[in-house]
């Protein structure tokens, strides 16, 4: 079992920067891989970026590559995302998620899920 807090949210203008913080506990964190999505209004919830466990296999959306950078600090059980160049259009609630082993990018092969976290990005 695993429970998963976001935080760093918040209003920010466009161009700016945020990072947030996905705070775990529980056993064995150190076998789950992470992913962040984020979803808008009626939109569905879009696949952001994740991190792998061990091996630290990172992956990004195809719309925050080389924006975004996610970072893991085993040492803490935190996973974090730092959000640079922030666009309008990145406004949404920003979750974490955990699964065990194998970084996916589906939102319904994760297991735990944080309660999210609201990025709004003025322009």
């Known amino acids: 079992q695993v429970q998963l807090v976001e935080s760093g949210g918040g209003l920010v203008q466009a161009g700016g920067s945020l990072r947030l913080s996905c705070a775990a506990s529980?056993?064995?964190?150190?076998?789950?891989?992470v992913g962040w999505f984020r979803q808008d209004l009626e939109k569905e919830r879009e696949f952001v970026g994740g991190?792998?466990?061990?091996?630290?296999?990172?992956r990004y959306g195809d719309s925050v590559k080389g924006r975004f950078t996610i970072s893991r600090d085993n040492a803490n059980n935190t996973v974090y995302l730092q959000m640079n160049s922030l666009k309008p259009e990145d406004t949404a609630v920003y979750y974490c998620a955990a699964r065990p082993q194998v970084l996916r990018e589906k939102s319904d092969e994760f297991d735990y899920w944080g309660q999210g976290t609201q990025v709004t990005v003025s322009s």
């Open positions: 529980g056993r064995n964190f150190l076998r789950y891989a």
């Open positions: 991190i792998g466990p061990i091996n630290w296999t990172i």
